[in-house]
């Protein structure tokens, strides 16, 4: 019988950067994403963890994702800047951009980065709590090429693009982390794992009807029909046509090696200090948080929850008792330690 | 029986800017809110058109909306203002919040214009495509007084605070407006005159249980649960609490003076000049526009619509036949028109 096995973090985070240095990232880019492939681990969003290594190494194979970029700012503005990120490694284009994004908002009061050719975004609250960690509101989104359907198409037009927001408090920061479908893909293949027949409206066949069998679910639909997909459509204009990399035209039309995995992303930060007392905003970020959990609930909550706590407590849990690495995960990194000489991670 | 009306256009604005100016506004400031009004009718978006004209003056005879504002820049960074409102006209302030903007994104990249003290915003797109005509990206929110649960309460907590990003292209420029609910408090009061039923997951009733009875149907739902009130608790966070006029935490708590109606806002411009051809780039947006459109259909869909398409279309024909009121509304303004001493617009 397959075994599930449990893993610190801090173990999960030495085996992911040395496979990713086996593959030929230098040091500060492996490490880079093993910590934010690990961070979603730790907070529960096991879909952007470890089980992604796999399809990083594939797409180091067939050349999509560079594991020696030359990351470079192509354009700057007072208050902006336009990042190539030369196909490297998400987390590692996205920490740069963040922190681009930073320090234009310290100098201009807010700061715009720009990231052209990246690739898997990973989980994007990471950078946005990267910012709110800087005493500054962030905003964030991504493109990458077709998987969910544009409202009223039948094959896939747009991507769950997510959109994250983040500010700091005088408690946790407040992080809302969402795609711009009803449910995730890894929400999608949850449902499916268990069984689970899917509730209306969230997805789409392999021939473009709805359905509610999870096994069939090909497509997850837009959150609110044309809203999640409005979203997406304008995260494509931002984040890809206007940086000159446009991704969901020619991977529509084309498909072939236009459709291959590549990603653009944006960052904006808001320097909260130019406009105000930040540790006035942090209180009064932690006294509406106080209030709203106050209010009385509707029947079946037991509390009201804020964006980003629940993925705080399992964080919590995860640093003290270990990251669980169900057995298909398991064998996946096996195959991929087995490949580059590396030893798995204690358990 | 009540009769329906069509009035031109160029004749409601000319009554709406009579009325407001009757009403203590001065000249500029009158045409303006008359402009985004009845710009909201022309769009067939009659919730923010002119039927808002009676509540606007209860405002004013409150004391909430001020029809002499003193407008001014409170901070200014290379990139970003802080205007206070002084409680006047929300499309006064967002005009001038927009041109800021803009002016903003012209001098650094980007430009962020927070608002503080404000008043009902009206349509948020005309603010957005204002800069998508200046050959910008656009992105602006608003934040008001509660009228939403948040996730799981029962009670109202956060506000259905809308959401725009605009962009321009080769052929009509592409403006996203949505709210955060899974439906305007506009369109749960549609359902109830024509006496249909909610679908399940749209609102709320008084006691704070679901309903599907749109008589019944006191609070709107956020879209997607966790991730509307998100959103909307966000726009709170980063319009209201960072600009120093936090709204939501004492509306709930206190209610009363606290709870009457005033707003924020910030709105966001990113000059598409700066990271390459404009042109380009709205040649791009079009582009992808026409791939979309010819994608293949889900059953019961005829045509695949952009953001804002529709509006552009009942633009067109109301412009060419007419905007028709309702007797209701028509009602009301004449009682307007007769408290001021203003004439009714020719039919």
């Known amino acids: ?50 089980q992604r290594i796999p399809r990083y190494i594939e797409l180091i194979d067939e050349g999509s994702l560079n594991p020696r970029p030359q990351i470079a700012v192509r354009l700057e503005t007072a208050a902006a800047v336009l990042i190539d990120a030369d196909k490297g490694p998400g987390p590692v284009a996205m920490c740069r951009a963040a922190d681009a994004a930073i320090a234009k908002a310290r100098a201009s009061g807010v700061g715009l980065a720009l990231v052209r050719r990246t690739t898997h975004t990973a989980a994007i609250g990471y950078y946005t709590r990267r910012i709110a960690a800087a005493d500054m509101a962030a905003l964030a989104a991504s493109a990458s090429i077709p998987n969910m359907p544009y409202h009223g198409t039948r ?42 027949q899917l509730p209306p409206g969230w997805a789409l066949d392999e021939a473009g009807n709805p359905t509610t069998d999870a096994a069939a679910a090909e497509l997850p639909l837009p959150l609110g029909g044309p809203k999640g997909a409005g979203l997406a459509l304008m995260f494509e204009l931002i984040a890809s046509v206007l940086t000159g990399n446009p991704i969901l035209a020619a991977a529509i039309s084309e498909g072939g090696a236009a459709a ?72 996946d990194l096996g195959r991929i330690a087995a490949r580059f000489g590396v030893a798995m991670p204690a358990e």
Chains 1, 2 share one sequence.
Do not use: C, Y
């Not at 005088?170 to 929400?187: K, Y």
């Not at 808001?270 to 209010?295: H, P, S, Y």
């Not at 964006?307 to 849990?317: M, S, T």
């Open 260 to 331: 291959l995995h590549r990603q653009n992303g944006f960052l904006i930060a808001i320097d909260i200090a130019r406009f105000g007392e930040a540790a006035q905003f942090r209180d009064g970020v932690a006294r509406l948080v106080a209030v709203l959990k106050a209010q009385p609930r509707q029947v079946g909550f037991d509390e009201i929850l804020m964006p980003g706590e629940r993925g705080d407590r399992v964080h919590a849990e995860r640093l003290a008792a270990g990251i669980p690495i169900p057995p298909a995960t398991w064998n």
């Open 155 to 196: 094959v896939a037009a747009v991507a769950t693009s997510p959109l994250s927001l983040a500010v700091p408090s005088a408690g946790a920061p407040i992080v809302l982390d969402m795609a711009t479908s009803v449910a995730s893909l890894g929400r999608l293949a949850a449902f499916r794992r268990a069984g689970r």
């Open 1 to 50: 019988m397959a075994e599930s096995h449990t893993v610190a973090a801090a173990a999960l985070r030495r085996f992911t950067a040395s496979v990713f240095r086996e593959a030929g990232m230098g040091e500060a880019h492996a490490d880079t994403v093993a910590e934010v492939l690990v961070w979603a681990n730790l907070r529960g969003n096991d879909g952007h963890g470890v």
